[in-house]
């Protein structure tokens, strides 16, 4: 499982495409998007604020802010 975060949004996107389209409006100007790939505990257990406040600084800096997170899928040994 996979997604794409920002701390403004209802929910997390599985699809980039509909990450784009709920912020359209939010980054019309934006110069350019940076990524951020965070592990799946952050976005679970809510330990997002170093994350939220990437997000708000790229924003800040006209920039499309991307928070892709994956979930590890490696079993245990």
Do not use: C
């Not at 997390?12 to 389209?21: H, P, Q, R, S, V």
């Not at 952050?42 to 170093?50: A, E, R």
Request: no cysteine; aromatic share 14%; glycine share 6%.
């Amino acid at each position: 499982m996979a997604g794409f975060y920002h701390p403004e949004a209802p929910k997390i996107f599985e699809n980039f495409n509909d990450y784009l389209a709920w912020g359209s409006k939010r980054w019309k100007k934006a110069a350019g998007r940076v990524g951020f790939v965070a592990y799946s505990g952050l976005v679970s257990d809510m330990q997002t604020k170093v994350v939220d406040t990437l997000v708000a600084r790229s924003e800040a800096a006209n920039l499309l802010p991307i928070v892709f997170w994956l979930m590890d899928t490696t079993p245990t040994v």
